[in-house]
């Protein structure tokens, strides 16, 4: 499939980057497509961790505030997530994790206890970024109350909830967040085994 990048431009250079492209792709068909104009927003990459105890059957969650749910969902803006971060330069997305998981939840872990679950697209339709999304049994018996980087601003709390909790609110539709939704849903299955 052929893509002809015709104009692109740089509309906006912070910590998220928009672009703006005008294009022609080759359509099923085999023809080229009118010009079409684009926008993408680059985020970078990131890596998300599902922490789960098989022996106390509980999985370890944050919550945190976050402004761009707050603009659409106000009441839902303390987001209940898995464990997650940008993957910086240089870095491979497990060992963003091991830095993620020691400062949001205080736990060290090495990289090759880490399962890789795949890598998906949250919003292929506007942003570039991958979640790279994995998963790791560990013991969640002393896990601390409140985590973050405290030079990033971060204010977590840390809550271990026992599965048949967690699969509730799974069944349910509680959770927001489209990389933990993927994940329990793996821990679901793996659990029914």
């Given at each position: 499939?052929?893509?002809?990048?015709?104009?692109?431009?740089?509309?906006?250079?912070?910590?998220?980057?928009?672009?703006?492209?005008?294009?022609?792709?080759?359509?099923?068909?085999?023809?080229?497509?009118?010009?079409?104009?684009?926008e993408v927003v680059h985020r970078g990459d990131s890596a998300a961790v599902l922490l789960y105890d098989p022996q106390h059957r509980t999985v370890?969650?944050?919550?945190?505030?976050?402004?761009p749910v707050y603009?659409?969902?106000?009441?839902?803006?303390?987001?209940?997530?898995?464990?997650?971060?940008?993957?910086?330069?240089?870095?491979?997305?497990?060992?963003?994790?091991?830095?993620?998981?020691?400062?949001?939840s205080g736990l060290t872990i090495?990289?090759?206890?880490?399962?890789s679950l795949g890598h998906f697209f949250p919003s292929p339709g506007g942003l570039s970024e991958r979640i790279f999304l994995y998963a790791a049994a560990v013991d969640l018996s002393a896990v601390q109350v409140y985590g973050g980087a405290v030079n990033e601003e971060e204010d977590i709390k840390l809550l271990a909830m026992d599965y048949d909790e967690v699969f509730a609110?799974?069944?349910?539709?509680?959770?927001?967040?489209?990389?933990?939704i993927i994940a329990l849903q793996w821990l679901l299955l793996q659990s029914e085994k």
């Open positions: 499939m052929k893509i002809q990048i015709k104009k692109q431009s740089r509309e906006y250079d912070g910590f998220l980057k928009l672009e703006k492209v005008t294009l022609q792709f080759e359509k099923f068909t085999g023809s080229m497509s009118a010009e079409v104009s684009r370890l969650f944050t919550k945190q505030f976050r402004y603009t659409a969902d106000p009441k839902n803006a303390w987001l209940l997530e898995i464990v997650a971060g940008s993957v910086e330069a240089g870095e491979q997305p497990s060992e963003t994790l091991v830095r993620e998981i020691a400062e949001e090495d990289n090759n206890d880490i399962q609110k799974l069944q349910w539709g509680d959770f927001q967040d489209a990389k933990s």
